[in-house]
Each structure stands twice: as C-alpha cells, then as structure tokens.
C-alpha cells in the first residue's frame, strides 16, 4: 500500500513556500470576461447598459434597469490553443471544456407612491471570473551553457548556495523520505529543494564538513535537452449578492458584496537528458537524465464589494462608472515533489529516486488584489440597436501578499515587475424584429512592465439573439490571442517558452422575466 506523509510546514518557511510567487498574484488579481452570451456578444461592454445578470458583475446598478424581475442561465464550451517554440523546438496543444459559467436572478420591486425612487431591485449572481484550465510543453536543446545555467541543476545549486551542508542532508540512520519531510517541517521549501539536489548527486559540496555552504554540480557543460509539461485545472468563481435603486427617470445606483472562491490544480514535469560527457574519469560523478515532478493544489476564498452608478444624460446617451475593492483572499496550498536521476558514478552507472510521498501542507496566507476602476458610455438608438464602451484601470503592482514581514521581497517583486494595465472594450447591437445581431472587439495591455512575460491581450465577438417575448435565447462566440514569455521556473532554469495563446468559447444563455 502507498504510504502518503502529509507534512505540514511551519511558521520558519513562511518566506519559501512553494507556489507562492510573482505569477500566483498575478492569476488570482486577472479576470477574464465570462457571463451571458449577450455580454460576451458584446465583448463585456455592458458598464453603462445594465439590463442583463453578467452586466451586474461589471455595474451593480445594472439589475435597477431591468423593467421587471429577470433570470438568466448560461452554458459555455472553451477551447485553448496553445503552441510553443523553446529553442526552436515546437509544440501544440489544444484543451477544451464545457460547463456551467453563469447564472442568477434579479428581483424588481416598483414603487407605487409619489417616490422620487421608482423602483429598487435585490439580486443573486454567479458568474465564473477565469478558467484555469490550460496545457502546454516544451520541447528543445537548451544552448544557453554558461555556468550551468541551462539545466535543471542551476535551481538546485541556486537554492542550496549558502546552505550548511548538515541542513540539507540525511541524518544516519534516517531515510531520504523521513529527511524530506523533517527539513521541510523544520527549515521550510528552501531547504527541501537544495536536499533533493544534494541527496539526488546532482549537488556536491565542496567539502564533507558539516558547515559546508559551497557546492558545484555533478555534470558537464554542454546542450541540455529538455522535455517540459504544464497541465493546470480549475477556476476562480463570484456570487454577488447585489442591490440596486433607480432615483427618478435618469440615475441607477447599486451595490454588490461579493463571495470569491479559487480551485486551483497544477502539475509540471521535466525531462531533462545530455550527452556531454559519455565517458567521465573513474573518480567522477556526472549525471545524464533528470526527471523532476512537482504538483500544486490551491484553494481559497475572499471578498469584495463593487459601487456602481449609470446616469441617463439624455433618453440615448447614458454613462456609467464602478468601483471594485481590492479582493481579500485566504489561501491554502499544497504540495508533492519526485525527483529521478541517471548517471555515472566512478565508473558505473547510478539511478537516485526520491519519491517522498509526502503532501506538505503549508500555513494559510493573505492575498489582496488591485483594486479597478472602470467609466463607460453607451448611445442607444431608440429600439433599433445600441453602441457602448468600457474603460477599465487596474495597477497590478499593487497586489500584496500578507502577513507583509514574511513577504517583503515578494512584495516589492510585485511592486517592480507589475505595473498598470488598461482594457478598452467596443460592443453593438442591431435588432430587427425579434433577432439581434451583435458584435464587440476588447484590448488589454499587459500587466507586465517588460510588456512581454504577459503580452498585450486581442480578442473580438460575434452573437446572435432571438426574442421570444417573456423568453430570450442568445447565442455568441467570441476569441482571443496573447503571446507569452514563460520561464520553465522561478529559480535556476529560468529561460523562457514562448507560447502563442488563442482562446474561442461559444457560449449559450437562456433569459426569462420573472
């Protein structure tokens, strides 16, 4: 029977834990635009409209503009492609999945006295705020020989430089799997990756003395051929409890307190092999094949409250303008690491496994996303179509994680590498009858300052609606491209993949009044 350890690290690796880095914050602060098929139709340029569930996730006074009570459900099917180039290497996936991405229902009550409020509305919406669902490899020669800093073996030594030598090794008498989870719970995720690299005999130090903090690598320099998996699964989700008034003819008003959740699943495999030294001296360690697994397991909660108005300047034209609070998440994550190694060793071949099959389970943390603004205009032509637009701003480098002691270089990586994005979204309608037909176009910049570990986001939208009376059926597909720079990993082997992204989802929704 396999024997799983569940490690759970203390307070003294709170500044190492695993998963806990620059692109965590990132992913949990990003949203992507989900929700009905008429919001989507229209690229989520919906800020100054209201009148439908998703535009409620964007304005909180949208649900006041409803004319009567409304319900709305949505199915969507997402394919992603992605293809690759490392080193000239190629490679393509292509993922896809279908499930439910929105739902809700806005109650509306009119007020029948001399009321300056004419009517105010109290509402429940889900909607799905990203899709984690994503694959990719990488396939290539890595070139980039200079001390070492092509292979696998660079995040080892990096973590274990400085070290004492008797904190990353076995104890006598202690197995490799009771020394992986007593450093880690002892010393933290630092330590357990610079054991793994000495333990493995890919590490040496340079002296067998205890207070030993000087090591080199075990291989040649040279090519390094590299075989890299990222597979990831999951979602972030928002229900909004929202509630909204009209003032008189021409001023909507709202509020949404919103639940967040986060489900987040990750696993990256590595495959690593060279030929640069087939026949090393008798008296020499030099490694060959390195196959390196880690897993992730997120999951989190948190909240938020979004303050919204849209004002009718005139019976056509109309804005609207909203106010996201930062999200304040607690997150728990969780970890397994294998790491499998060939090579020579005084003349004859070596294979060094360490499968610790221990889960480590590590102190909940704080995360607090950027707070966004977001102004919108919309011209209505009576009740033949409509034009709108949304402006959106958010200073991704003002995420943070907390308790703020333990991440300070963290936090000022977030502060130095992120910087302030802007989306522009374009959406029309034209209607005819019962049938509307619809477009939108969308533009994010990135949220990087180097622009490109991120690039700047493209997308447009195609939909199509039908008006049955108290019923509306919609139906909209809508893409989008970005390109990536993805290194393999924060630490050591930090050359980049490029990743060429295209997403299409098509999406259905069934609308009825209440």
């Given at each position: 029977?396999?024997k799983?350890y569940?490690?759970?690290i203390?307070?003294?690796?709170m500044?190492?834990i695993?998963?806990?880095?620059?692109s965590?914050?990132l992913?949990?602060?990003?949203d992507?635009?989900q929700?009905?098929?008429?919001f989507r139709?229209?690229s989520g340029?919906f800020?100054?409209?209201?009148?439908?569930?998703?535009a409620?996730?964007i304005?909180?006074a949208?649900?006041?503009v409803?004319?009567?009570?409304?319900a709305?459900?949505?199915?969507?099917?997402?394919?992603?492609?992605n293809?690759?180039?490392?080193?000239?290497g190629?490679?393509s996936?292509n993922d896809?999945?279908f499930?439910?991405?929105?739902g809700?229902?806005?109650?509306v009550f009119?007020?029948t006295?001399?009321?300056?409020?004419?009517?105010f509305?109290?509402?429940v919406?889900y909607d799905?705020?990203?899709?984690?669902d994503?694959s990719?490899?990488?396939?290539?020669?890595?070139t980039n020989?200079a001390n070492f800093?092509?292979t696998?073996a660079?995040?080892?030594?990096?973590?274990a430089?400085g070290l004492?030598?008797?904190e990353?090794?076995?104890?006598e008498n202690e197995?490799?799997?009771?020394?992986?989870?007593?450093?880690?719970n002892?010393?933290g995720f630092?330590?357990?990756?610079a054991?793994?690299?000495?333990e493995?005999?890919?590490?040496?130090?340079?002296?067998?003395?205890?207070?030993n903090?000087?090591?080199?690598?075990?291989?040649?320099?040279g090519n390094?051929?590299h075989n890299?998996t990222?597979?990831?699964t999951?979602?972030?989700?928002?229900i909004?409890?929202n509630?909204a008034a009209?003032?008189e003819?021409n001023?909507y008003?709202?509020?949404?307190l919103?639940?967040?959740?986060?489900?987040?699943?990750?696993?990256t495999?590595l495959?690593e092999?060279n030929s640069?030294?087939?026949?090393?001296?008798?008296?020499?360690?030099?490694?060959d094949?390195?196959e390196?697994?880690?897993?992730?397991?997120t999951?989190g909660?948190?909240?938020s409250?979004q303050?919204g108005?849209i004002?009718?300047?005139?019976?056509?034209?109309?804005?609207?303008?909203?106010?996201d609070?930062?999200?304040?998440?607690t997150?728990e994550?969780?970890?397994s690491?294998f790491?499998?190694?060939d090579?020579i060793?005084?003349?004859a071949g070596f294979?060094q496994?360490?499968?610790p099959?221990?889960?480590n389970i590590?102190?909940s943390?704080?995360l607090?996303t950027?707070?966004k603004?977001t102004?919108?205009?919309?011209y209505v032509?009576?009740?033949q179509?409509?034009?709108s637009?949304d402006?959106?701003?958010?200073?991704y480098?003002?995420?943070?994680l907390e308790?703020?002691g333990?991440?300070i270089?963290?936090?000022a990586?977030?502060?130095?590498?992120?910087?302030?994005?802007s989306?522009?979204?374009?959406g029309?309608?034209y209607?005819h009858?019962q049938?509307?037909?619809?477009?939108?176009?969308?533009f994010?910049e990135?949220p990087y300052?180097d622009?490109?570990t991120?690039?700047?986001?493209s997308?447009?939208?195609?939909g199509?609606?039908?008006?049955?009376g108290?019923?509306k059926l919609?139906?909209?597909y809508?893409q989008w491209?970005?390109?990536?720079e993805t290194s393999?990993?924060?630490?050591g082997l930090i050359d980049?993949?490029?990743?060429?992204r295209q997403n299409s989802?098509?999406?259905i929704?069934?609308?009825f009044?209440?």
């Amino acid at each position: 029977m396999k024997k799983i350890y569940f490690l759970f690290i203390g307070v003294l690796s709170m500044s190492t834990i695993y998963g806990q880095d620059l692109s965590d914050a990132l992913r949990y602060s990003q949203d992507n635009v989900q929700g009905t098929a008429r919001f989507r139709a229209l690229s989520g340029a919906f800020g100054a409209l209201g009148g439908d569930m998703s535009a409620v996730n964007i304005n909180p006074a949208s649900s006041a503009v409803f004319s009567q009570s409304h319900a709305s459900f949505t199915l969507g099917n997402a394919e992603l492609n992605n293809d690759t180039n490392y080193f000239g290497g190629t490679g393509s996936t292509n993922d896809s999945n279908f499930d439910l991405t929105q739902g809700g229902a806005a109650f509306v009550f009119k007020n029948t006295s001399n009321s300056p409020w004419r009517k105010f509305s109290i509402g429940v919406a889900y909607d799905r705020t990203n899709n984690f669902d994503d694959s990719w490899f990488a396939v290539g020669t890595n070139t980039n020989s200079a001390n070492f800093n092509n292979t696998i073996a660079s995040y080892f030594f990096d973590y274990a430089n400085g070290l004492r030598l008797d904190e990353i090794s076995a104890f006598e008498n202690e197995t490799l799997n009771q020394a992986y989870a007593n450093i880690g719970n002892d010393l933290g995720f630092a330590h357990q990756q610079a054991f793994l690299g000495y333990e493995s005999l890919i590490l040496d130090p340079e002296t067998n003395a205890d207070d030993n903090t000087n090591y080199f690598i075990n291989a040649t320099e040279g090519n390094f051929m590299h075989n890299y998996t990222y597979v990831s699964t999951g979602y972030n989700g928002k229900i909004a409890v929202n509630l909204a008034a009209q003032y008189e003819d021409n001023l909507y008003i709202g509020v949404n307190l919103n639940s967040h959740f986060i489900d987040f699943q990750r696993s990256t495999l590595l495959f690593e092999n060279n030929s640069n030294n087939p026949n090393p001296a008798p008296d020499v360690i030099d490694f060959d094949t390195v196959e390196f697994e880690n897993n992730l397991s997120t999951v989190g909660s948190g909240f938020s409250f979004q303050l919204g108005g849209i004002l009718k300047l005139t019976n056509e034209f109309r804005l609207g303008l909203t106010y996201d609070s930062p999200i304040w998440y607690t997150i728990e994550e969780e970890t397994s690491q294998f790491l499998g190694v060939d090579g020579i060793d005084n003349g004859a071949g070596f294979t060094q496994n360490i499968n610790p099959q221990v889960t480590n389970i590590y102190p909940s943390y704080k995360l607090q996303t950027p707070a966004k603004i977001t102004g919108s205009a919309a011209y209505v032509f009576e009740n033949q179509g409509l034009i709108s637009f949304d402006y959106s701003r958010k200073d991704y480098g003002a995420a943070k994680l907390e308790p703020e002691g333990d991440y300070i270089d963290l936090n000022a990586d977030i502060s130095d590498m992120l910087t302030t994005a802007s989306t522009y979204k374009l959406g029309a309608e034209y209607k005819h009858k019962q049938f509307s037909f619809r477009g939108g176009y969308r533009f994010e910049e990135s949220p990087y300052v180097d622009g490109i570990t991120v690039g700047d986001l493209s997308g447009f939208s195609l939909g199509f609606g039908y008006n049955f009376g108290n019923t509306k059926l919609d139906l909209t597909y809508d893409q989008w491209k970005r390109t990536d720079e993805t290194s393999l990993y924060s630490v050591g082997l930090i050359d980049t993949a490029t990743i060429d992204r295209q997403n299409s989802n098509i999406t259905i929704s069934l609308g009825f009044n209440i």
